[in-house]
């Protein structure tokens, strides 16, 4: 899955494998969200890099994604 910009243009995607796994889980940004007790806003910044997760949540997201923190964050 070849993934770089968003609807709107501008905005590139910095964290591919995050989102590449949630799809590959058949999940929403909407349903990961409500799985983690976080805004669907909260995922989408995460998934652009915008901002980054306290360490918590980044092993709750990996866990639930099964993958690896420096794979899912690489700029971490």
Do not use: W
């Amino acid at each position: 899955m070849m993934i770089t910009t968003n609807k709107q243009g501008g905005d590139k995607l910095k964290r591919v494998e995050l989102k590449k796994a949630r799809v590959d889980e058949g999940l929403t940004q909407e349903a990961l969200a409500s799985e983690l007790s976080v805004h669907v806003d909260h995922i989408r910044s995460l998934e652009y890099g915008r901002v980054n997760p306290s360490v918590k949540l980044m092993n709750r997201i990996c866990d639930r994604l099964k993958g690896e923190p420096r794979v899912l964050f690489p700029d971490l």
